[in-house]
């Protein structure tokens, strides 16, 4: 995603010690009327009033883009992978990338020859589990002497999510077995023996669906590809006693990770929210967010 930019100009640390020695040389040629002196003080401005063109212009051409963002959580690194794209004709140096308003972590680019891109990833610890913008980037650089800085922004819409921080009792909760159509309710592993069909569930993948019975008129089933399971384990948010939220998103999210390492199938229940049973990466985020998300959807009831 590209983004917008915005540029800025300041002057850096090292022009306050270029304006003390053009000060001091200044007031040594005006004072011993010194012809060496002056030719060296213009010679000093002129070299720094040439390198603000080479300043400015180091960053024309220059296009930022922000790769997929991979969940993370609390406690752990959020990577941005970037691609930063010299567009231009010229070799461009000395790039520093950061995001602003924060000690996290900046990188620098020495070249990028012209018309080539460089990777390179930003990487910054999740405090907070939620959805997240990424916000803005900044660009700078301040080569080639080092007395001016030129910044661009680069605003980003794109968000990244953190899951709450896996704590609590590994052992995963008693279970039961649910029946359907007097079968139990089996795994939905792939690359397991077929075992049959159940009746689909509502909110379940739909990857599964016998589509072929579909055709014929019946109604949706869901294939099931494993042997018969120990049992459903039940994930409710209600059940546990802790009185902290985080406290219970935290044993929750532990139970999602310890049920799906076993090839559990495995329901989630939170208030206004319940998630059918099922295994699998596509059902083990989507339990993830839900307990990532869970202040947003109850802020939201309590509107409502």
């Not at 075992?195 to 990857?207: K, N, P």
């Amino acid at each position: 995603m590209k983004a917008k930019k915005l540029p800025l100009i300041y002057p850096t640390a090292g022009f306050a010690g270029l304006v003390f020695v053009l000060g001091a040389m200044w007031y040594a040629a005006s004072s011993q009327n010194n012809t060496a002196v002056y030719l060296l003080f213009f010679a000093l401005i002129a070299v720094f009033l040439v390198s603000i063109p080479h300043t400015l212009i180091n960053l024309a051409g220059v296009l930022v883009t922000l790769e997929s963002v991979q969940p993370a959580f609390v406690g752990q690194e959020i990577s941005l992978p970037l691609e930063i794209m010299n567009d231009s004709r010229a070799t461009r140096h000395g790039i520093e990338l950061a995001l602003p308003n924060s000690d996290r972590e900046r990188r620098r680019i020495d070249h990028i020859p012209a018309h080539k891109a460089a990777r390179i990833t930003l990487r910054f610890s999740a405090w907070q589990r939620g959805e997240h913008k990424v916000g803005t980037l900044r660009l700078t650089s301040a080569y080639p002497l080092g007395f001016i800085r030129f910044l661009q922004n680069f605003s980003f819409s794109q968000t990244y999510i953190v899951y709450p921080k896996p704590a609590g009792d590994v052992r995963l909760p008693s279970s039961f077995v649910r029946w359907h159509a007097g079968r139990p309710l089996t795994e939905l592993g792939e690359g397991d023996d077929f075992a049959g069909t159940r009746a689909y569930v509502h909110g379940e993948s739909q990857r599964h669906i016998d589509w072929r019975a579909v055709a014929r008129g019946q109604p949706l089933v869901t294939k099931q590809f494993t042997a018969e399971a120990e049992g459903v384990v039940y994930l409710d948010f209600s059940a546990l006693r802790c009185p902290d939220v985080e406290e219970k998103l935290s044993q929750l999210a532990l139970w999602v990770i310890e049920a799906e390492r076993a090839r559990r199938p495995y329901a989630l229940r939170l208030p206004g929210t319940e998630i059918p049973p099922a295994v699998g990466q596509a059902h083990f985020h989507q339990c993830l967010r839900a307990l990532s998300l869970f202040h947003v959807r109850e802020q939201q009831q309590e509107h409502e």
